[in-house]
């Protein structure tokens, strides 16, 4: 019953600190946008990089790979590389958000909405 309490005293500070805590998430939105990760397939054979809107920047392919004119086997690998680099991107958004909150004060895993 009193971790209720607790629970609505920390919110309640968060409400008088909404200024501050407004101008943290535009931040941190800020620093997500700018994540980016690598996932790879094949043994390297094909690489993906995406950012933290989840948006494909680079996808590499090899000429061994292009060499063996392996349709379904590239279309595999590029789906293998994007979802690794995809999952990166998100356990470092996850961590970012993660690292927000405890600079905020907030319990831990605690989701403010929009931001995950």
């Known amino acids: 019953m009193f971790d209720m309490f607790r629970g609505m005293g920390q919110m ?5 600190n909404l200024p501050r805590l407004q101008e943290q998430v535009a931040k941190a ?3 997500v946008t ?5 996932g790879s397939a094949g043994g390297g054979m094909v690489t993906v990089r995406v950012n933290g809107k989840m948006e494909m ?5 090899s000429e061994e790979l292009v060499a063996l004119e392996d ?3 590239l279309e595999d690998l590029v789906r293998a590389a994007t979802n690794q680099a995809v ?3 998100r356990q470092q958004t996850a961590e970012e ?12 895993g605690m989701n403010l909405p929009g931001l995950t």
């Not at 700018?34 to 690598?38: P, S």
């Open 12 to 16: 309640a500070e968060l409400l008088r």
């Open 29 to 31: 939105q800020q620093r």
């Open 34 to 38: 700018q994540l980016t990760a690598e």
């Open 57 to 61: 920047l680079v996808c590499k392919i």
């Open 71 to 73: 349709r379904e086997m």
């Open 87 to 89: 999952e990166k991107v």
């Open 97 to 108: 958000m993660a690292k927000m909150g405890s600079e905020l004060g907030l319990p831990p």
